[in-house]
């Protein structure tokens, strides 16, 4: 079981920038991937980027590359989401996620067997 609580989310302007932490408690040590997710109202669910958990390999979405920045501190087991340059188009509310299974860097929700509650992250312009 691994129990995952994201913080950090808020209110800022177009530019800004603000940075999401997810935390993980239980059976940390089955993390092999952990990956943020955003959901905007009437949207779909879509994957936002992905770090593997003792290799630290990345992956984003094309829209963020560039932009996004994820990172994790293992000793803390907190995974967090660097946002800076944010654009309206980014609001959204943001869940990490934790993937249990040793496949790989996934984009899809599918993967991924644990998720926070979710934080959310509101861009004004």
């Known amino acids: 079981q691994v129990q995952l609580v994201e913080s950090g989310g808020g209110l800022v302007q177009a530019g800004g920038s603000l940075r999401l932490s997810c935390a993980a408690s239980?059976?940390?040590?089955?993390?092999?991937?952990m990956g943020w997710f955003r959901q905007a109202p009437g949207k779909e669910r879509e994957f936002v980027a992905v770090?593997?958990?003792?290799?630290?390999?990345?992956y984003y979405l094309d829209s963020v590359r560039g932009r996004f920045t994820v990172s994790r501190d293992l000793a803390k087991n907190t995974v967090y989401l660097q946002m800076d340059s944010l654009k309206p188009a980014d609001t959204a509310l943001y869940y990490c996620?934790?993937?249990?299974?040793?496949?790989?860097?996934?984009?899809?929700?599918?993967?991924?067997?644990?998720w926070g509650q979710g934080t959310q992250v509101t861009i004004s312009s």
């Open positions: 770090i593997n958990w003792s290799g630290g390999n990345t």
């Open positions: 239980g059976r940390t040590s089955t993390i092999y991937d």
């Open positions: 996620a934790a993937d249990v299974k040793n496949g790989g860097l996934s984009t899809s929700g599918r993967a991924y067997a644990y």
